[in-house]
């Protein structure tokens, strides 16, 4: 049974290159393959507001499988896909068909006991980083900072 994990990825960052790195290791401690499920374009907008996402799915994606091929490219026997969703139950139905042994997930959630599955699946629930200054990496607060700067 494969490990899960989910996101937007939206404007690729540290915080993303982090969680996919423990998705990863997570994976290979429990020799499963990885499977990333990315938010489709319209699930962003949904979640993230009209303006979202500044970049399309196929972008997004060839970003993750970027970061996984250059963390895995010696260890040969790690296997993973990609898959894109558009809603909560369309991601219930994926999970019911991968049966993960464990979804990996950002903790930047305020009631993790909604999570899709929340009550069936294991989650580990991965703190969100911070930079030098103590900044949390997230797409949003760039997005905001760069219309501050703006004005």
Partial sequence: MPIAMTGCFDLFHTG???????????ALMLNEKLIVLINSDESVKELKGPKRP????????????????SETKDIPEFSYETISFDNE???LDLYEGIKPTMIV???DIKDTSKCVGFN??????????KDLFGQEYSTTKQIDGMADNNE
């Fill in 16 to 26: 993303h290159r982090a969680i996919l790195n423990i998705g990863i290791q997570t």
């Fill in 120 to 129: 069936r699946w294991s989650y580990l629930f991965v703190p969100k980083r």
């Fill in 89 to 91: 139950d369309d991601l």
């Fill in 54 to 69: 500044i970049e399309n799915f196929e972008r997004r994606e060839q970003c993750v499988k970027w970061q996984i091929d």
């Fill in 105 to 107: 997930h950002g903790a």
